[in-house]
């Protein structure tokens, strides 16, 4: 069994407001191994995109154990974390957060270019081709569709090469075709490129897609069923073959 790729242990997340403390988090415990897909469904104020946030490195716990990748995110100063997050972790948010006055080219190059990668717009351009819009590479935000946009996010989510990818309602701003055509990317990059995917959602159908499901519900994780890994289930159906 490898090591878990996400470790989180007894993380809360409180914050302070007018009435009081309110608690978002609740002692979330959580182990996820290496190119594994895990979902995250729950209502809305359930803490969902917060912990997305704990996971990303964008929101700092309260208390408790954050490590992605054996480094302990909670050891680290904030130009450090940022530059882990640039190294090791795609976000894809569902508003797509694209710069509107650079191309689609440009809003790719941007994380390779902090990342002080030498042939950032190849790097760029390649991952363009990957989601189908290398015709698309000089147009901006406001000239490409809303599953244009996503699709210019996702390859700038993985023009990095990470190993955890957090995908945040990916689908909500998009119609079902869509939906589903950036969906399917998804799990392209988690099947074939062996990234971590978590994915936060309100739909049970995508939810259904991952290995392994989670209920957020009033700032803890339940589990909402699990299948096996797709390895142990390939290997499970090869047994009940040659038996």
Known sequence: MPDPLIRLEDVHVTLTSAAGPVKILQG??????????????????????????????????????????????????????????????????????????????????????????????????????????AKRAGHYPGQLSGGEQQRVALARALANQPKLLLADEPTGNLDQATGAEIVDLLFKAQRTDGV????????????????????????????????PHRLARVAGEAAGEVA
């Open 28 to 133: 979330v415990d959580l182990a996820v191994t290496p190119g594994s897909s895990v979902s995250v469904v729950g209502p809305s104020g359930s803490g969902k995109s917060t912990l997305l946030g704990v996971l990303g490195g964008i929101e700092r716990p309260s208390q408790g154990l954050v490590e992605i990748d054996g480094q302990d995110l909670g050891a680290l100063d904030e130009d450090r974390l940022a530059s882990f997050r640039g190294q090791r972790i795609g976000i894809l948010f569902q508003s797509f957060h694209l710069i509107p006055t650079m191309s689609a080219l440009e809003n790719v190059a941007v994380p390779l270019e902090l990342a002080g990668v030498a042939e950032a717009f190849e790097r760029a351009e390649a991952g363009l081709a990957a989601v189908g819009l």
């Open 196 to 227: 971590t995917l978590v994915l936060i959602t309100h739909e049970p159908g995508l939810a259904a897609r991952c290995e392994r499901q989670l209920k957020m519900r009033d700032g803890r994780l339940q589990p909402a069923g699990e299948r």
